[in-house]
């Protein structure tokens, strides 16, 4: 396991792919069109499920206005995690964390009071040209440097959640999730027949796109719903330092 797995997993306690699969079969199997009964009853056995752990965040209620920008993006995510949605929602969360960071900028440049109508425009311009399109990392920088977000999350937001979170599902590069895993794996291929020969391989797991796409499948599994605890949290503490600032 590599050092962004075990410090991910030191943080916030989730789980990651295993660090080596020795015994793997490859077969193939058809899987038919799932009918829209099966969907409704998926639906509701997730709902059973799951609605009671999630429900809590519809409930969603910044303390200032600021921060309603998020609510429905938070419902979106909720609803994945429900659904069991998890690639959506881990990258609906990194469209969350991302503006949540560019909106701590410009609230704090623009202030959290409240902006009579005729001056929004004054008001947002600069702030929103300044910082809208800037880079993760640079939105990160610079909540550092304006005391929204601590040293510790400053670091753990930059060389964690920017290289697996974000560029893991947001830019579609596996190689940081997978970096802990070994490069080869014995896989068995034949078929569920019974004839024909069994035939032992080795493959590079890193490189194969569908076994890339399993681990990230699993990693989205495990980790999605602490890394939307972790976003959801940042959100309230960077509206109180906003608060704290501008008394």
């Known amino acids: 396991m590599g050092d962004y797995h075990v410090r991910f997993c030191e943080r916030l306690g989730v789980k990651f792919p295993l660090p080596t699969r020795l015994l ?26 799951n609605f009671s752990r999630f429900s809590k965040y519809f409930e969603f209620k910044s ?20 659904f069991e949605l998890h690639s959506a929602s881990i990258t609906l969360t990194n469209h969350i964390l991302e503006r ?7 609230y704090y440049e623009a202030g959290i009071g409240a902006i009579p109508v005729k001056k929004w425009n004054t008001i947002f311009e600069e702030p929103n040209r300044k910082y809208i399109d800037i880079p993760l990392g640079k939105s990160i920088e610079l909540c550092r440097k304006f005391e929204l977000i601590t040293i510790e999350e400053k670091e753990f937001l930059f060389d964690i959640i920017r290289k697996l979170m974000r560029n893991g599902f947001s830019h579609s590069d596996p190689s940081k999730i997978l970096a802990g895993l070994p490069d080869e794996m014995v896989a068995f291929h034949g078929n569920f027949s019974g004839q024909g020969e069994i035939n032992q391989m080795s493959l590079n797991q890193k490189v194969i796109p569908f076994i890339q796409a399993e681990h990230m499948e699993n990693f989205a599994n495990e980790n999605s719903s602490f890394y939307f605890d972790y976003v959801y949290d940042l959100i309230d503490k960077i509206e109180n330092r906003l608060i704290e600032k501008q008394k």
């Not at 793997?24 to 499920?49: D, P, R, S, W």
């Not at 303390?63 to 429900?82: D, P």
């Not at 949540?100 to 410009?106: E, R, V």
């Open 24 to 49: 793997t079969v490859i077969c193939k199997l058809n899987h038919g069109i799932m009918e829209q009964i099966k969907f409704e009853k998926n639906i509701a056995e997730c709902l059973e499920k």
């Open 100 to 106: 949540l960071l560019k909106l701590g900028l410009i």
């Open 63 to 82: 303390k200032v206005f600021r921060f309603r920008e998020l609510e429905s993006l938070i419902f979106q995510v909720n609803k994945c995690l429900i």
